[in-house]
């Protein structure tokens, strides 16, 4: 079984800077795919980044382009998401994801294409 664990959340003003981490067990973590995802209350889980193994390029939604940076680091099981420029509108549950199925050109973006779930980190952007 995949366990994923988040940190790296917290408060933070708008225009400031986070970065989550996520640590990933897991023998074959370097052929996971690796997303991020975030919540607000009523609303529906939604997909922020994704990266593929083998250095793909990641991808992000549009609303976090040229804000977000995901990366990876297979040596140490780990995923990352830096958020610059962060917006009130940022402000959510953070949840990083695996997909342990082995994608050529496809990264999966919808939240039942997840088999693993981290327990989630708070990120709050004050105006």
């Known amino acids: 079984q995949v366990q994923l664990v988040e940190s790296g959340g917290g408060l933070v003003q708008a225009g400031g800077s986070l970065t989550l981490s996520c640590v990933v067990s897991g023998r074959t973590f370097g052929y996971y795919t690796m997303g991020w995802f975030r919540q607000t209350p009523g609303k529906e889980r939604e997909f922020v980044a994704g990266i593929r193994w083998g250095g793909a390029t990641p991808y992000y939604t549009d609303s976090v382009k040229g804000r977000f940076t995901t990366s990876r680091d297979d040596a140490k099981k780990e995923v990352y998401l830096q958020m610059n420029s962060l917006k009130p509108e940022d402000t959510a549950v953070y949840y990083c994801?695996?997909?342990?199925?082995?994608?050529?050109?496809?990264?999966?973006?919808?939240?039942?294409?997840?088999?693993?779930w981290g327990q989630g980190t708070q990120v709050t952007v004050s105006s």
């Open positions: 994801a695996a997909d342990r199925a082995l994608y050529a050109n496809y990264l999966p973006k919808s939240v039942k294409e997840y088999d693993d």
